[in-house]
């Protein structure tokens, strides 16, 4: 499932090929997504010009401006697009000429021949107006902060975890307490930290928190970095999005060797998912 690294390094590598460009031509070829694509898609956005790309926790923010005179929509002369990737979605540079594959549901057509293209086998993913601005909009006005920005620290999951027994895994993985900590990275945070999982976040210190916070930033930044690598693979067109290919230290590897001190790794249910964890290096 794409997380917040994966739409991180999709805004980045698509960027540079459609900002500033005016969409010419819309293919929707498959309007039945998560959310069916807005009836008015196509009408207005034929002939708006793409603003700089920008992300909220795992959404894809696309701002459109009206063309010259014209307008995009009944009343404004701006609009945003709201890109969910759901499951299996990704977004890519495709050039024109190149044929559409399987599950290839929609074009955005930029002048300078390029092709954005939206590729979604489990159409769980889904494309609608922002409404309201970013503040406002429903699906977005109660997520917690971003875990790269300065207002996510471990002040904050000290003070909300207070009299909380809820495991700390789960905890993290909320997001109106931080947003994008999937449980990859949650799993690989807490390792990280030497936290165990299963602890409830209720009983961990203030300085163990601020540890935690900077182990979810390092391995973050590490898995946006490590998509960055793969780029390429935006603009040719041949592959999939830049996953997370960082070295893992525990997730998927229940029953193998501990990195830092040889133990097995165990696995254990938390809130309906999957963790891995070491006994010894985790309290
Ligand atoms: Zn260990």
């Known amino acids: 499932m794409p997380e917040l690294p994966e739409v991180e390094t999709t805004r980045r590598g ?11 031509e819309v293919v929707v070829r498959q309007g039945r997504l998560r959310v069916p694509v807005p009836g008015d898609f196509v009408e207005r956005l034929v ?7 920008a992300r909220r926790a795992k959404y894809l923010l696309i701002p459109l401006r009206a063309a010259e005179g ?8 701006s609009a945003t697009l709201l890109w969910h990737l759901g499951m299996s979605g990704s977004l890519r540079i495709a050039r024109l000429g190149e044929l559409p594959r399987k599950h290839d549901h929609i074009d955005l057509v930029v ?13 769980f993913g889904f494309v609608d107006w922002l409404v309201g601005g970013v503040e406002c ?9 971003e875990p790269l920005s300065e207002t996510f620290d471990g002040e904050r999951l000290y003070r909300l975890s207070r009299g909380r027994r809820l495991a700390v895994k789960p905890f993290l ?27 409830a976040a209720g009983r961990i210190s203030l300085e163990r928190y601020e540890r935690l916070v900077a182990a979810i930033r390092e ?17 040719s067109g041949t592959g999939e999005p830049g996953y997370f290919k960082q070295r893992l230290n525990v997730y998927g590897r229940h029953g193998q ?9 165990r696995l254990v249910n938390l809130g309906q998912r999957a963790s891995v964890f070491c006994i010894e290096c985790q309290h």
């Open 70 to 77: 014209g307008k995009l929509g009944e009343v404004s002369s």
């Open 111 to 123: 002048d300078g021949g390029v092709i954005l293209r939206y590729h979604d086998p489990r159409r």
């Open 173 to 199: 993985m909320d997001n109106a307490v931080v947003v994008g900590v999937g449980n990859i990275y949650a799993a690989e945070a807490l390792f990280l930290a030497g936290i165990d999982p299963r602890r």
């Open 219 to 235: 391995v973050l930044a590490a898995a946006i970095t490590q998509g960055g690598t793969t780029l390429r693979d935006f603009v």
């Open 47 to 53: 002939g708006a010009r793409i603003g700089p790309l």
């Open 137 to 145: 909009d429903p699906r977005l006005v109660r997520l917690g902060p």
């Open 14 to 24: 698509i960027a540079p090929h459609v900002e500033g460009r005016e969409i010419v």
């Open 257 to 265: 060797a501990c990195r830092r001190c040889g133990g097995e790794l």
